[in-house]
């Protein structure tokens, strides 16, 4: 009797995920977990999931380099080390927690720091992990960073749309700066859980996204252990009161219909942010009525992938939210994107103000637009990226099934590698590997290659819109101003890492750590390409039997090197911002737009007569220099010297168009893949070409990143 009472007492405290029967419902951790942990795997599921992914992390072209990645200079650890098929040896099969076994893989993925690697619940095969996803973590506020690097706590009232208490505390105190955090500096809070959940390299990239993971997010994408979830966070504001809370969890029911509006905008979306933050957020709080009839709206709104604007301020602003294109109708995307850009173009060249560019948390997607945006700035920068891919035989599979990777081409003749016959057949640039070594690791890799945007970009063809001029009025770099968070990730890199290999623009840190190194301040992450979905390649894997999802990194890139050279993958070379400002927060508002404008202006100021000594490509352009350069077709501009200011040393920074600047041999080559300029020597601005695409449309649809 009384063993029936206590088996009674036990199932009656012990919650099954099939009592959560409302619209949703706002639980405790351990409630939320009683569920969470009952969802079950297998010791053969498990086997059969780390043998799959052995199998797949074949294709993973960072494998090798991160078992021994060669460290920059200012450190001799910025790069972990980690050898991903022992750290999958490692793993505990033996569990039937579902949740311990997948928390296991995604600490080995956040150990690689890339972001691209991603092992995901992938809810629409509907097994039984994708009850995963319909758990979120939540505090009762969001974290707000002044100018002042002072922290703030803003109440949120209702995360998802759904209401939740609120301490009264938090609301009394939203304008009172916080003073510690768990007794401790309460920025400590953030830079740790970065360290620890984030999957990226820069600390300040780090920081910038867990700021909001912090606060709130989805278990099936960073699951959270229960025992972090479940320890109290103790604030003190400077005003000497206090509050300890806890996190919450919301169980969203399956046929919510607000939960179902999300999940179908995150298809249409792709797969990258699956379920993003802010998808479930009322978008509109940005569009105040303050807002609404000012020059900076409605033109520039947060819903709008590119926007831009001139105002009275005299200073020309680009916003880039995201390059995203996944999802239905590519086309016409690409085609929104680009016309909008044309608009911009028009807008930049209707006065001579200065130009800045902002990015803020972009997530990246379809290079296309991407190396678009580096040309219409810079336009004589090399668009046309070098790059190779791991041998393996789900590589090959993956050029030869699907088109997520674009074609590659012979760096010496611009021919297409992989002819187009029945099946795709492989040339000596796949079977004759290139070996590069780490130390003892070997890195087996296909011969560096061409991925060519340059063209693509400057010429109508298969549906997609023309860029239709480059810029007239061409700024100078010093006339133009690129701000990242460094989390520019992805495609958002390919740009901010390219203008400063170039000498592009001036590249300005704002957002991250507020107390961390400008020395640490990456200019962006993960300059690849990759896959986001082998299930779409691999139609019966062993992973999507289990429910799950793979992304991976398949073509590394390399500097713009022409002797094709290069070892060591951009990813693992850090490019350094030029400056930093005191701007902990973006939204697209006239009051946070103004203060860009603001360091625009004493930035481009600065460098009239002052540069970074650290940047030795990023030229003073000046006419008197460009008449003293006597190598053929090239030109330049003063260089910084070590004193910070602009040195009277001249030196060739880039090339006539249609040829690249070869900065290692000084000197001007002949683009390949170019026909002699003489074509389009004629205009001014509208740079016509011929149409002599042999890319297809399918390559062109498929530039996810
Ligand atoms: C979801 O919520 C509805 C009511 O909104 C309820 O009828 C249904 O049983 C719930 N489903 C589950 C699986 O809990
Ligand atoms: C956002 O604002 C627009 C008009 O400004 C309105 O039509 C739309 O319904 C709003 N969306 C939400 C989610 O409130
Ligand atoms: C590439 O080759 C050139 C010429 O052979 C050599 O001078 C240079 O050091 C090499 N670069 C790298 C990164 O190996």
Redesign the pocket.
């Known amino acids: 009797m009384i063993n029936l009472l206590l088996l009674f007492i036990t199932f009656s405290l012990s919650k099954q995920c099939n009592e959560y029967n409302q619209g949703y419902e706002i639980d405790t951790v351990d409630s939320a977990f009683e569920c969470i942990e009952s969802i079950e795997t297998t010791e053969k599921e498990n086997e059969d999931i780390i043998k799959g992914l052995k199998e797949y992390l074949e294709v993973y072209v960072l494998k090798d380099i991160l078992k021994n990645p060669p460290q920059p200079s200012f450190s001799n650890n910025y790069y972990e080390k980690v050898d991903i098929d022992a750290e999958l040896n490692k793993i505990n099969t033996k569990t039937t927690s579902m949740y311990e076994f997948y928390s296991q893989i995604q600490n080995l993925i956040i150990s690689t720091r890339d972001s691209h690697l991603q092992f995901y619940v992938d809810y629409e095969l509907n097994k039984p992990n994708s009850e995963l996803v319909y758990f979120y973590y939540f505090l009762p506020f969001t974290l707000y960073i002044d100018n002042n690097k002072k922290m703030y706590l803003i109440p949120r009232n209702e995360p998802l749309g759904i209401p939740i208490d609120v301490p009264e505390e938090i609301v009394n105190n939203e304008k009172v700066a916080v003073k510690t955090i768990n007794g401790e500096d309460p920025f400590n809070i953030i830079r740790e859980f970065g360290k620890k959940y984030m999957g990226l390299k820069c600390p300040h990239a780090q920081f910038t996204l867990a700021k909001d993971y912090l606060v709130e997010g989805y278990l099936n994408i960073l699951p959270l252990p229960k025992e972090y979830l479940n320890t109290p966070i103790s604030i003190t504001w400077e005003n000497g009161e206090s509050l300890t809370i806890n996190y919450k969890i919301i169980k969203l029911n399956r046929s919510n219909q607000k939960f179902q509006q999300v999940l179908e905008r995150s298809k249409r979306r792709g797969i990258r942010d699956r379920l993003r933050i802010e998808d479930l957020e ?3 709080k940005t ?1 105040t009525k303050e807002n609404e009839n000012n020059e900076y709206q409605p033109n520039c709104s947060p819903e709008n992938k590119i926007c831009c604007l001139t105002t009275s301020n005299k200073i020309n602003t680009l916003i880039v939210n995201t390059f995203d294109v996944t999802g239905k109708s590519v086309t016409n995307k690409i085609n929104e994107f680009i016309d909008k850009l044309n608009e911009c173009v028009d807008l930049f060249d209707s006065n001579n103000y200065p130009i800045q560019l902002i990015f803020s948390k972009n997530s990246g997607g379809s290079v296309l637009l991407s190396s678009a945006i580096e040309k219409i700035l810079s336009p004589y920068d090399d668009v046309d990226y070098i790059g190779s891919v791991r041998i393996s035989d789900f590589t090959e599979d993956i050029i030869k099934k699907s088109s997520y990777i674009e074609s590659m081409y012979d760096p010496e003749t611009c021919e297409r590698r992989e002819q187009e016959n029945n099946p795709k057949t492989f040339g000596e640039w796949y079977s004759n590997p290139s070996i590069i070594k780490y130390g003892d690791v070997e890195h087996k890799v296909s011969q560096p290659s061409k991925i060519i945007f340059d063209k693509l970009i400057q010429t109508p063809s298969l549906g997609i819109h023309q860029l239709k001029k480059l810029m007239k009025n061409k700024r100078k770099p010093t006339e133009i101003v690129v701000y990242t968070d460094s989390y520019c990730y992805s495609a958002c890199s390919w740009v901010t890492k390219g203008l400063k290999e170039w000498g592009g623009a001036i590249i300005v840190g704002f957002d991250g750590d507020p107390y961390g190194k400008d020395e640490e301040f990456e200019v962006g992450l993960s300059p690849s390409n990759n896959i986001p979905d082998i299930n779409d390649i691999d139609k019966d894997n062993i992973l999507k039997q289990y429910g799950y999802n793979l992304g991976l990194t398949v073509r590394e890139t390399y500097r713009f090197n022409y002797e094709y050279n290069e070892s060591i993958p951009r990813e693992f070379l850090t490019d350094m911002i030029d400056e930093r400002v005191n701007i902990y927060q973006f939204d697209q508002t006239e009051k946070v737009i103004k203060e860009f404008e603001g360091e625009t202006k004493k930035i481009i100021e600065k460098y009239q007569t002052k540069c970074n000594p650290n940047n030795k490509r990023l030229v003073k352009r000046d006419e008197k220099c460009d008449k003293e350069i006597n190598i053929e077709h090239g030109h330049g501009g003063y260089e910084c010297g070590d004193n910070g200011e602009w040195s009277t040393k001249c030196v060739m920074a880039y090339c006539d168009d249609g040829y690249k600047f070869d900065y290692n041999n000084n000197k001007c080559i002949e683009d390949v893949c170019v026909n002699p300029p003489t074509e389009s020597e004629s205009d001014n601005g509208t740079t016509s070409m011929t149409v002599n695409l042999v890319m297809t449309i399918i390559g062109i649809i498929t530039l996810i990143l």
Do not use: L
């Open positions: 009322e978008t509109n569009r």
